[in-house]
């Protein structure tokens, strides 16, 4: 691909607004965030949203509320999270997918998350796969482990393609618990992939630049942000995400492969036109 999409994700679940306070926690700095982050080169946002308190939150009316707010103020692709946090029940999250994003995040398989368990039995990732196709909502396949690209296999061979055709996985390396976030686990993970499928890379914390470094070279995309890493060198916190998607594209547009627009990116993950 002569282009890199750039996928930023900028609040995750698990931090809190006291430990990192450039998190983006509330619609206005989200929204604020979003801006940033296109201005920089992301043609993706992956949403998690939080409460009047900050807390993580899968409230469908704010979840209604922010793919409206995103779209109103950015040419952004909306991917909200199904995933949400270790705590959501399933019914939760089979409910995001009513607030009606471009795509959603679909995570292929249960994996151990630190000292937690983050639950994705196949009886929840077929319905949710399903609901997806019946809704034409883009799923990113998530990745965080090689038996996830077993089931992402098992997925598509017993329901067919997802909605616009396009399978577009993320490799999220370096979870505790999950796969490593290292080159020789990115290339076994981009082998196993279903043939035609395309994929981007994020690595948690440390592993960051030699995950994107890794995806680079291997003709991946990008997804970077402050769900994933809260560090932007030793000892020097990130100050905004759009710092980590500048980064990104720096790194893509040397590789000579420039950030995509969110146009491109939309045809290129074909998901339709707003
Ligand atoms: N917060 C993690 C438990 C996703 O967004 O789909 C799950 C997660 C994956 O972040
Ligand atoms: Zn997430």
Not at 43 to 50: K, P, S
Not at 150 to 174: I, K, Q, S, Y
Not at 185 to 211: C, D, F, H, K, N
């Amino acid at each position: 691909m002569a282009q890199t999409l750039i996928t930023v994700a900028p609040t995750g679940a698990e931090t809190d607004k006291a430990a990192a306070p450039a998190l983006p926690v509330t619609l206005e700095e989200l929204v604020r965030t979003a801006k940033e982050c296109e201005a920089a080169g992301a043609a993706v946002i992956h949403v998690h949203i939080r409460d009047e308190h900050a807390r993580p939150t899968l409230d469908g009316t704010r979840l209604a509320d922010t793919v409206a707010a995103l779209h109103e103020a950015t040419s952004l692709i909306v991917q909200l999270s199904t995933g949400g946090a270790v705590t959501d029940p399933f019914d939760a999250r089979l409910a995001v997918l009513d607030a009606a994003p471009d795509a959603c995040s679909l995570t292929c398989g249960t994996v151990n998350f630190g000292n937690d368990v983050f639950m994705n039995p196949w009886d929840f990732v077929k319905d949710l796969y399903q609901l997806t196709r019946e809704r034409g909502i883009a799923p990113e396949f998530e990745l965080f482990d090689l038996g996830q690209v077993a089931t992402l296999h098992r997925l598509l061979n017993e329901f067919g393609p997802p909605a616009g055709g396009h399978v577009h996985c993320d490799l999220v390396m370096g979870v505790p618990g999950g796969m490593a976030g290292d080159l020789p686990t990115l290339a076994a993970a981009v082998a196993a992939l279903p043939e035609g499928a395309t994929w981007s890379a994020t690595g948690i914390g440390r592993t960051s630049l030699p995950v994107m470094y890794s995806a680079l070279a291997a003709g991946g995309h990008l997804r970077v942000g402050m769900e994933d890493t809260l560090t932007y060198a030793k000892g020097r916190p990130v100050t905004a995400n759009a710092e980590l998607v500048a980064r990104a594209a720096q790194l893509a547009e040397i590789a000579q492969r420039p950030p995509m627009t969110p146009g491109q990116a939309r045809e290129y993950l074909a998901i339709p036109a707003r």
